[in-house]
């Protein structure tokens, strides 16, 4: 499966990522949200920075994925804490997923910058920030130069 994931370009995780600083992406929410369950060894995440400029600019491999179960705000925040050298979190990005009842962290390998290119959102009525898209060619736009 391939997901199309968005980035923290503030918290410049796409450069950590790049540079192999960073090998861990988190997502969480109160529920079960995207891409808790969703995501799984083996699939591929395709990287956009949130900026709204939307284009992928890398790519990388899922090696690992940690769905928390019911987290209390304390078993969040050492979650987070515990894993925090492969996430390298900012301090505001530390508030905003400490605390979450759900949590998944995936662990990623081969991280490659990419041809920057669009996708074709359309299909993904609510937008977030992490679209299972199944496979990348589906919503790949051609760049028109």
């Known amino acids: 499966m391939d997901h199309v994931v968005y980035l923290d370009a ?8 790049l540079s192999r600083q960073k090998t861990m992406i988190i997502r969480g929410a109160t529920g079960r949200k995207l891409p808790y369950g969703r995501v799984a060894q083996g699939d591929v995440l395709y990287f956009i920075n949130n900026n709204a400029e939307g284009l992928v600019r890398a790519w990388a491999r899922v090696t690992n994925v940690l769905n928390s179960e019911k ?13 925090q050298q492969r996430l390298r979190l900012t301090g505001k990005q530390t508030a905003h997923w400490a605390g979450k009842r759900y949590l998944v962290l995936i662990e990623v390998v081969d991280v490659a910058a990419l041809e920057p290119f669009p996708i074709d959102k359309s299909a993904f009525g609510n ?3 992490w679209l299972a898209v199944g496979q990348i060619e589906k919503v790949r736009l051609q760049r028109s130069e």
């Open 10 to 17: 503030a918290a410049k995780e796409l450069d950590l990522l």
């Open 71 to 83: 987290l209390s705000a304390d078993e969040s925040a050492a979650l987070v804490a515990r894993h």
């Open 127 to 129: 937008m977030d920030d």
